[in-house]
Protein backbone atom coordinates (compact mmCIF):
# COMPACT_ATOMS: atom_id res chain seq x y z
CA UNK A 1 0.00 0.00 0.00
CA UNK A 2 2.79 2.48 1.18
CA UNK A 3 5.21 1.72 -1.09
CA UNK A 4 4.08 3.26 -4.23
CA UNK A 5 6.21 6.01 -6.14
CA UNK A 6 5.23 9.10 -6.72
CA UNK A 7 6.02 10.31 -9.81
CA UNK A 8 4.77 14.22 -9.49
CA UNK A 9 2.47 16.69 -7.52
CA UNK A 10 1.15 19.47 -8.80
CA UNK A 11 -1.67 22.35 -7.60
CA UNK A 12 -4.72 20.44 -8.58
CA UNK A 13 -5.55 21.43 -11.68
CA UNK A 14 -8.64 19.66 -13.52
CA UNK A 15 -6.58 19.66 -17.12
CA UNK A 16 -3.99 17.02 -15.41
CA UNK A 17 -6.80 14.72 -15.34
CA UNK A 18 -8.65 12.48 -17.72
CA UNK A 19 -12.28 12.75 -18.51
CA UNK A 20 -14.66 11.61 -16.71
CA UNK A 21 -12.39 10.83 -13.62
CA UNK A 22 -13.11 12.44 -10.07
CA UNK A 23 -10.08 14.63 -10.91
CA UNK A 24 -11.72 16.17 -13.93
CA UNK A 25 -15.06 16.41 -12.20
CA UNK A 26 -13.15 18.81 -9.36
CA UNK A 27 -13.65 15.98 -6.53
CA UNK A 28 -11.16 13.70 -4.42
CA UNK A 29 -10.44 10.84 -6.11
CA UNK A 30 -7.75 9.94 -4.57
CA UNK A 31 -9.92 9.32 -1.36
CA UNK A 32 -12.73 8.32 -3.68
CA UNK A 33 -10.70 5.54 -5.09
CA UNK A 34 -8.95 4.06 -1.31
CA UNK A 35 -12.11 4.53 0.47
CA UNK A 36 -14.79 3.71 -1.85
CA UNK A 37 -17.26 6.75 -0.55
CA UNK A 38 -16.86 10.40 -2.76
CA UNK A 39 -14.85 13.36 -0.59
CA UNK A 40 -16.37 16.10 0.16
CA UNK A 41 -13.18 17.97 0.24
CA UNK A 42 -11.88 19.91 -2.78
CA UNK A 43 -9.10 18.66 -4.17
CA UNK A 44 -5.50 19.93 -3.19
CA UNK A 45 -3.21 18.37 -5.66
CA UNK A 46 -2.56 16.07 -8.60
CA UNK A 47 -0.42 13.54 -7.76
CA UNK A 48 0.58 10.97 -10.63
CA UNK A 49 1.61 7.81 -8.69
CA UNK A 50 3.64 4.65 -10.78
CA UNK A 51 2.40 1.12 -10.08
CA UNK A 52 3.96 -1.21 -11.37
CA UNK A 53 1.88 -1.34 -14.74
CA UNK A 54 0.13 2.08 -14.78
CA UNK A 55 0.42 5.56 -13.84
CA UNK A 56 -3.02 6.97 -12.77
CA UNK A 57 -3.30 10.69 -11.90
CA UNK A 58 -5.06 11.40 -8.61
CA UNK A 59 -6.93 14.09 -7.34
CA UNK A 60 -6.12 14.75 -3.91
CA UNK A 61 -7.90 16.91 -1.33
CA UNK A 62 -5.41 18.25 1.72
CA UNK A 63 -6.34 15.43 3.97
CA UNK A 64 -5.67 13.44 1.46
CA UNK A 65 -2.38 14.80 0.03
CA UNK A 66 -0.64 14.66 3.98
CA UNK A 67 -1.46 10.60 4.25
CA UNK A 68 0.37 10.31 0.76
CA UNK A 69 3.24 12.55 1.58
CA UNK A 70 3.46 10.54 5.16
CA UNK A 71 3.51 7.23 3.59
CA UNK A 72 5.53 8.32 0.38
CA UNK A 73 7.83 10.51 2.04
CA UNK A 74 7.93 13.81 -0.31
CA UNK A 75 7.50 17.73 0.84
CA UNK A 76 3.84 18.86 0.61
CA UNK A 77 3.90 22.02 -2.37
CA UNK A 78 3.20 24.88 -1.91
CA UNK A 79 -0.44 25.88 -2.82
CA UNK A 80 -1.35 28.14 -5.81
ZN1 LIG B 1 -10.27 13.47 0.00
Redesign the pocket.
Known amino acids: MSVNKIIWVKPFNPENHNVETEGRAG ?6 TN ?1 GTP ?3 P ?1 YASVKFNYADFQPVY ?6 LRKISEDNGFPIPPSP
Open positions: RCGWHGECGEPSACARA
